[in-house]
């Protein structure tokens, strides 16, 4: 084991040396099914045990006892409820229509093209990541709004109903469908377009013939994913909605205006019902998507084109620049000091206090919660997958561990708020202390995103060669010691990537907390709200001005802290490192 083959250094330099037999006074197996019992019983009890709440308290009547269905066919025997449901359906409809195919065509101009200056656009277009879905809406307020200066463009239609909510859903949405078509149309083998070339096939037949069916897959997902963000976002109809009701406000004005528990766990499960199916309907898709890319292919690299590539500059020109505009105009109006008659410059929207009691009291809670749920929930994301992948003993419940992993994929940030209302709030549950506290603000948002940051923890720990546990167990060394000095260097990028991921999503969400605060813990997204509400829209553009800058500015520092720790933790692994 001096020098493994290819150049590769000897495993046996980078594990410790095993401990002596008779130091090891608990048996490592006794441990990692200890760790893996644990994961369970963590995971069951953020994220299930409050979905079965919210189906239970589906069920029960006001009074408390059980009512069985008849909620159901309560709500579906009332005129206004079943309104709200196809105003959500049809709204959420519209803007996959507008979004998908927009996204396609930033993403092909972005993959496809050899136009300049690519980064830079796929940075504009991924803006609103980085700020609150309310933001969008307070923007449109000052473009299209009754003091809008592009008001005209609505022709005496108000902006406040279903067209504000529309196009401010297609500002937020937009990003998260060009992710995953960048993705899609990024994978794909050169040589089909090579073969489709040399037999002289036309591009607009090659593009329906090799380019939309690969990318059929990133389409369906992509149209799914939008929908589902439409029909469970809390932030824009609250801004932007006025009298048009959404199932989001309605389970809103359920739980906290009327408080008809029932009612509001009723239409918490109807939005439950889009998100289960897109994610049923993805795995199905995915099981029948053939590989794209085989050993033997090679990347397509894109020529320049004399009439293609000035037409896509100018396309994606056009959609940053709206997208971009847009939350400028936001960011600008947040230091007006009238809008529109006063547009001198001030940062008198800047002293929160003015425009609500708790000043900047919740941004620094935001900034707290955010910074807690990315350091602990970085370190229980990505020791949990290395339970969950590499570890080899207890296979039930790394299984179990793995669909509870899954489970908030499909559940909406509102309805797991919902859940944690009737589960964290009950008179019987001993943990109802938390209610109101940060440390249930915490344990909410992370358990909202765990999903994508496990399947990011995993998609990196299956990129490290099980040589090195096979190795381990062969030398006696306990999993924790090659989890420390193996693959937790190998991932640092990943784990750094997960605290980013973790604390944009923790600083700029708002539906899942929007039950769960205490007076004390008002977060900043819930205290734009309560501005917009007060009708001091230029102090909430403020705060979400500051939430996105908190957000990019976290983004930054990610960049520059990859480059210094691949360069110092992973030296280890280039040649020159190892001679």
């Excluded at 949405?173 to 149309?185: D, R």
């Excluded at 020529?303 to 500059?313: G, I, Y």
Aim: aromatic share 10%; glycine share 8%; charged share 10%.
């Amino acid at each position: 084991m001096a020098e493994s083959i290819l150049g590769k250094p000897s495993l046996a330099r980078v594990l410790p040396e095993a401990a002596p037999a008779k130091h090891r006074a608990v048996p490592e197996a006794a441990i990692g099914v200890a760790l893996v019992a644990g994961l369970c019983l963590l995971l069951l009890l953020v994220i299930a045990l409050p979905l079965g709440a919210l189906l239970i308290k589906s069920l029960e009547a006001p009074d408390g006892g059980m009512a069985g269905l008849s909620n159901f066919r309560t709500y579906f025997a009332t005129p206004t409820l079943v309104e709200a449901l196809f105003n959500s359906l049809t709204v959420a409809g519209s803007v996959v229509g507008i979004v998908v195919p927009l996204a396609f065509g930033y993403a092909y101009a972005l993959t496809r093209t050899a136009m300049p200056f690519k980064g830079l656009f796929l940075a504009l277009a991924l803006l609103p990541l980085f700020a609150p879905s309310l933001l969008s809406g307070i923007a449109l307020t000052y473009i299209l709004g009754n003091q809008g200066f592009l008001r005209g463009l609505l022709f005496g239609r108000s902006v406040y109903g279903p067209i504000g909510i529309t196009l401010a859903e297609c500002l937020y949405a937009f990003p998260h469908a060009l992710i995953i078509l960048v993705t899609a149309l990024g994978l794909s083998d050169g040589r089909l377009y090579e073969a489709a070339a040399a037999m002289g096939t036309r591009r607009w037949r090659t593009f329906l013939t090799v380019t939309l069916p690969g990318a059929r897959y990133g389409l369906v997902s992509a149209a799914f994913v939008v929908f589902t963000l439409v029909v469970t976002d809390f932030g824009i109809p609250k801004v932007i909605g006025g009298q048009y009701a959404v199932l989001a406000t309605d389970a809103y004005r359920q739980v906290v205006g009327q408080q008809n528990f029932p009612m509001g766990a009723v239409v918490g499960l109807l939005m439950l019902v889009p998100a289960v199916l897109a994610f049923v309907v993805d795995r199905l898709i995915q099981r029948r998507q053939s590989s794209l890319l085989s050993a033997r292919s090679v990347p397509y690299e894109p020529k320049a084109h004399p009439v293609r590539d000035p037409l896509a500059l100018a396309y994606a020109v056009l959609v940053a620049g709206v997208i971009a505009g847009t939350y400028g105009v936001a960011v600008w109006a947040s230091f007006i000091r009238y809008w529109p008659y006063n547009l001198g410059l001030t940062l008198d929207h800047y002293d929160f206090a003015a425009a609500d009691a708790d000043g900047w009291s919740p941004y620094w809670n935001s900034l707290a919660m955010a910074l807690s749920v990315a350091a602990i929930g970085t370190a229980v994301v990505f020791c949990g997958a290395y339970l969950i992948e590499k570890l080899r003993l207890f296979p039930a419940g790394r299984a179990f561990a793995q669909l509870l992993a899954m489970l908030p994929l499909a559940v909406p940030g509102l309805v797991l708020g919902l859940g944690y209302v009737f589960f964290f709030n009950a008179p019987w549950n001993p943990l109802n202390v938390l209610y109101g506290s940060l440390a249930l603000l915490v344990i909410n948002t992370l358990a909202h995103y765990y999903t994508v940051a496990h399947v990011t923890a995993t998609t990196a720990l299956k990129q490290i060669d099980p040589e090195f546990e096979a190795v381990s167990a062969s030398l006696k060394v306990p999993f924790w010691q090659t989890f420390r000095r193996v693959s937790l260097p190998i991932c640092l990028p990943t784990v750094l990537e997960l605290f980013v991921y973790l604390f944009v999503n923790a600083m700029t969400t708002v539906s899942a907390v929007i039950f769960l605060y205490g007076p004390s813990t008002k977060l900043a997204a819930i205290a734009i709200v309560h501005m917009d509400e007060a009708g001091t829209t230029a102090a909430a553009a403020a705060m979400a001005s500051v939430i996105m800058a908190t957000a990019l500015g976290a983004r930054l520092a990610l960049t520059l802290l990859n480059r210094v720790f691949i360069a110092r933790a992973q030296g280890w692994r280039r040649r020159e490192a190892i001679a």
